[in-house]
């Protein structure tokens, strides 16, 4: 009797213990990405593909520079989407990280070498170039790596990051000299 009893105590820990597991293993694989070609770009920042989703960058917001940027380098482009599982909120646009592929090759270039491919993170090149900002309002899977690059870009005077502006000065009044 004592065996049935210990053998019905694992029966009722095994389902808890094999949900626990898959949800552990599930939670620690990579997002899954797929490929989307734009279609066009709001000056919201706002991103519509042809299949017809509406996405927004996760982790940044683009400057009016950073828009445009992106609107001469994405028009009608191939990206890879990879949506941030860390800033779902029901009802909102979803936020994604965006890649491309481009084919390059090391300068000097060497005789017979062949061009090799490299993904780029679109959120990393805006932040790099100073096109854009980290955005801290919302919660994100990248934000301590964004965050980094943003530094990075300020401290080397980059985009917006070139000019010293001061928002609480430009709205005081200016008073004639």
């Known amino acids: 009797m004592r065996d049935n009893i210990a053998v019905m105590r694992v029966q009722k820990w095994v389902p808890s213990l094999l949900g626990l597991f898959l949800g552990f293993v599930l939670l620690n694989l990579p ?13 919201n920042g706002e991103i519509e593909f042809e299949s017809g989703n509406r996405v927004l960058l ?4 683009p400057t009016e520079e950073g828009l445009r940027l992106l609107a001469a380098l994405l028009a009608g482009g191939q990206v890879d989407v990879e949506r941030d599982d860390a800033s779902i909120v029901a009802g909102a646009t979803d936020r994604v990280y965006l890649k491309t592929t481009t084919r390059e090759l090391a300068f000097p270039f060497a005789n017979g070498e062949e061009p090799h491919q490299k993904t780029n993170s ?19 899977s990248r934000q301590a790596e964004f965050s980094k690059i943003e530094a990075e870009a300020r401290a080397k005077g980059k985009g917006l990051w070139s000019y010293d502006f001061d928002e609480t000065a430009a709205s005081a009044p200016v008073s004639p000299a």
């Open 31 to 43: 997002a899954q990405s797929q490929t989307e070609r734009i279609k066009r770009l709001y000056t």
């Open 122 to 140: 679109i959120q990393e090149f805006l932040l790099y170039h100073g096109a854009a900002r980290v955005d801290n309002g919302r919660a994100f």
């Open 58 to 61: 996760a982790g940044v917001r």
